[in-house]
């Protein structure tokens, strides 16, 4: 990729190093259907490397998000990528009696990586005690959004409009929430209404710093509303003080899930090199490895001709 843009965010976060990733690596999950995997990618050098847990989208595994994933590990950052339940792996459908608890066994299975981050050292040959864990970030994509906000204080509203109970993790710091859904009540369709309770958050208690990425062109299935939807985050929450919105921009983002993945409406390599180095850019910031990464960023950004994108900030 040799776009201006993508030139001159280089500069600023620098060429990437080598990665070694492992997978899969077994954690411990009592009562759970199936075993949890996860991948772990990690840069073959350096020390002091914050944690940045991902949770793919729905049907996805820790085979996914390898533009995302690898391109943090190469820039500094332990990845870690858990296979959720709703795995096309796992083959539970909507009519499985696991289904109904799946939300809540993703929230979960992000809570049990952080519970053992002394495994997923180890599963990497020579990154024990070169992982600095109080610097951790929550990160995903679509359904994994919504399971990474939830550590970053989102809620879930119930029936009766109550909100639920608080289920963040004081460990992660910072967030990055990829087309994450937004609000529910009557703008929902009726099948999201009655098989997702997940969609009904609450983002007024999210308050640590999160980036929203969104595309401008990103049209759900499960909602009437139009785009503005996935930035709802971004809208309601005191926390996502950032918003990364992408021109022409669907669901995948470009090609965030997989280079050539079929479910891709939108492929654009230039819009997810800056995704990359733009979430690095923020990532580097807001977990205290560059304070000055995400603002030369946002800069670029502006400052680039026919841009492919903009950031608003609150």
Same mark, same amino acid.
């Given at each position: 990729?040799?776009?201006?843009?993508?030139?001159?965010?280089?500069?600023?976060?620098?060429?990437?190093?080598? +990665?070694?990733?492992?997978?899969?690596?077994?954690?411990?999950?009592?009562?759970?259907?199936?075993?949890?995997?996860?991948?772990?990618?990690? $840069?073959?050098?350096?020390?002091?490397?914050?944690?940045?847990?991902?949770?793919?989208?729905?049907?996805?595994?820790?085979?996914?998000?390898?533009p995302l994933a690898a391109f943090w590990a190469s820039r500094g950052f332990v990845v870690v990528q858990p296979t959720?339940?709703?795995? =096309?792996?796992?083959?539970?459908?909507?009519?499985?009696?696991?289904? $109904?608890?799946?939300?809540? /066994?993703?929230?979960?299975?992000?809570?049990?990586?952080?519970?053992?981050?002394?495994? +997923? /050292?180890?599963?990497?040959?020579?990154? &024990?005690?070169?992982?600095?864990?109080?610097?951790?970030?929550?990160?995903?994509?679509?359904?994994?959004?919504?399971?990474?906000?939830?550590?970053?204080?989102?809620?879930?509203?119930?029936?009766?409009?109550?909100?639920?109970? @608080?289920?963040?993790?004081?460990?992660?710091? *910072?967030?990055?929430?990829? *087309?994450?859904?937004?609000?529910?009540?009557?703008?929902?369709?009726?099948?999201?209404?009655?098989?997702?309770?997940?969609?009904?958050?609450?983002?007024?208690?999210?308050?640590?710093?999160?980036?929203?990425?969104?595309?401008?062109?990103?049209?759900?299935?499960?909602?009437?509303?139009?785009? @503005?939807?996935?930035?709802?985050?971004?809208?309601?929450?005191?926390? *996502?003080? !950032?918003?990364?919105?992408?021109?022409?921009?669907?669901? &995948?983002?470009?090609?965030?899930?997989?280079?050539?993945?079929?479910?891709?409406? @939108? /492929?654009?390599?230039?819009?997810?090199?800056?995704?990359? =180095?733009?979430?690095?850019?923020?990532?580097?910031?807001?977990? =205290?490895? !560059?304070?000055?990464?995400? $603002?030369?960023?946002?800069? &670029?950004?502006?400052?680039?001709?026919?841009?492919?994108?903009?950031?608003?900030?609150?």
């Amino acid at each position: 990729m040799s776009s201006s843009l993508v030139t001159a965010l280089d500069e600023i976060g620098g060429g990437g190093g080598p +990665v070694v990733s492992v997978a899969p690596v077994t954690l411990s999950a009592p009562g759970r259907a199936v075993p949890l995997e996860v991948r772990v990618s990690a $840069p073959a050098t350096g020390g002091d490397l914050p944690v940045v847990v991902f949770s793919h989208g729905n049907g996805w595994n820790l085979d996914g998000y390898a533009p995302l994933a690898a391109f943090w590990a190469s820039r500094g950052f332990v990845v870690v990528q858990p296979t959720h339940l709703d795995s =096309r792996r796992n083959g539970f459908g909507f009519d499985h009696p696991v289904f $109904p608890t799946i939300w809540t /066994e993703r929230i979960a299975d992000l809570t049990r990586v952080l519970d053992q981050l002394d495994t +997923v /050292e180890g599963a990497v040959p020579g990154l &024990a005690g070169r992982v600095d864990r109080d610097r951790i970030a929550a990160t995903g994509h679509s359904w994994g959004g919504q399971t990474a906000q939830t550590l970053l204080g989102a809620r879930i509203v119930d029936e009766e409009g109550h909100v639920g109970d @608080d289920m963040s993790d004081s460990r992660v710091t *910072a967030g990055i929430l990829f *087309a994450a859904t937004g609000l529910g009540g009557d703008d929902l369709h009726p099948f999201a209404q009655a098989n997702f309770p997940f969609m009904r958050p609450s983002f007024r208690e999210l308050t640590t710093p999160t980036l929203v990425v969104a595309g401008d062109h990103d049209q759900s299935t499960m909602s009437s509303r139009g785009p @503005d939807w996935f930035t709802d985050a971004y809208t309601h929450s005191p926390g *996502a003080t !950032d918003l990364l919105t992408l021109h022409g921009g669907e669901h &995948a983002l470009g090609g965030i899930v997989g280079y050539e993945v079929a479910e891709t409406t @939108d /492929e654009n390599p230039e819009r997810v090199a800056v995704i990359q =180095r733009m979430s690095t850019a923020y990532l580097r910031t807001a977990l =205290r490895v !560059d304070g000055g990464a995400w $603002p030369a960023a946002r800069d &670029a950004l502006r400052r680039a001709g026919d841009p492919i994108g903009h950031v608003d900030t609150q």
